[in-house]
Antibody, heavy 120, light 112 residues
Framework: QVQLVQSGAEMKKPGASVQVSCKAS????????LHWVRQAPGQRLEWMGA????????KYSQKFQDRVTFTRDTSANTVFMELRSLRSEDTAVYFC?????????????WGQGTQVTVSS | DIVMTQSPVSLPVTPGEPASISCRSS???????????LHWYLQKPGRSPQLLIH???IRASGVPDRFSGSGSGTDFTLRISRVVAEDVGVYHC?????????FGQGTRLEIK
């Protein structure tokens, strides 16, 4: 069955970088985009961008364009999200998700979420 | 960016009663293929969001038929015909017509 398994919780200081991984299984990794969505406390869900694991091309939300990079390791069926220059407002749960089964870019599979806490 | 606005923010419901959530977008979500790129998710406490309805009105696999979605263009509604305890959580609408994909602020359904 399809699974997206994310790396564990991270605690970082302001100005640092964090990398979150998302390991996919149960489908052809290179055939479907993987997206990143975050949820800060009390805030709405926020789309950060997506990567095409087939060719490595990424599309980023303009809000994060300068600070985020998505990469992939096709040998490990894993996608990575790196967020740099962290600030307290980046404290959030980060999800990977993909539109696998349905049309209209509907996200039908989600990782379990990774808590990232930014605090001095 | 397309702005998504949900109402109400909080929705207390008696079990067995119906519930309705509104989602409005700042631009039409009607794709050239005739489908509305509007999706509904339920996020149960402590869990990841799960897809309920896609393309405005199509239930995802395994979603009970008490859930229904309707609307077109900029105005959408999620209805639950008879609420049960397991429906508790935060309901989110999301537009996926253009990037950045954007979400409503969420509607928290609670049992009275």
């Amino acid at each position: 069955q399809v699974q997206l398994v994310q790396s564990g919780a991270e605690m970082k200081k302001p100005g640092a970088s964090v990398q979150v991984s998302c390991k996919a299984s149960g489908y052809t990794f290179t055939s479907h985009s993987l997206h990143w969505v975050r949820q800060a406390p009390g805030q709405r869900l926020e789309w950060m961008g997506a990567i095409n694991p087939g060719n490595g091309n990424s599309k980023y939300s303009q809000k994060f364009q300068d600070r985020v990079t998505f990469t992939r390791d096709t040998s490990a069926n894993t996608v990575f999200m790196e967020l740099r220059s962290l600030r307290s407002e980046d404290t959030a749960v980060y999800f990977c998700t993909n539109p696998l089964s349905f049309g209209g870019n509907a996200f039908d599979y989600w990782g379990q979420g990774t808590q990232v806490t930014v605090s001095s | 960016d397309i702005v998504m606005t949900q109402s109400p923010v909080s929705l207390p419901v008696t079990p067995g009663e119906p519930a309705s959530i509104s989602c409005r977008s700042s631009q039409s979500l009607l794709h050239g293929n005739g489908y509305n790129y509007l999706h509904w998710y339920l996020q149960k406490p402590g869990r990841s969001p799960q897809l309920l309805i896609h393309l405005g009105s199509i239930r995802a696999s395994g979603v009970p038929d008490r859930f229904s979605g309707s609307g077109s263009g900029t105005d959408f509604t999620l209805r639950i015909s008879r609420v049960v305890a397991e429906d508790v959580g935060v309901y989110h609408c999301m537009q996926a017509l253009q990037t950045p994909y954007t979400f409503g602020q969420g509607t928290r359904l609670e049992i009275k």
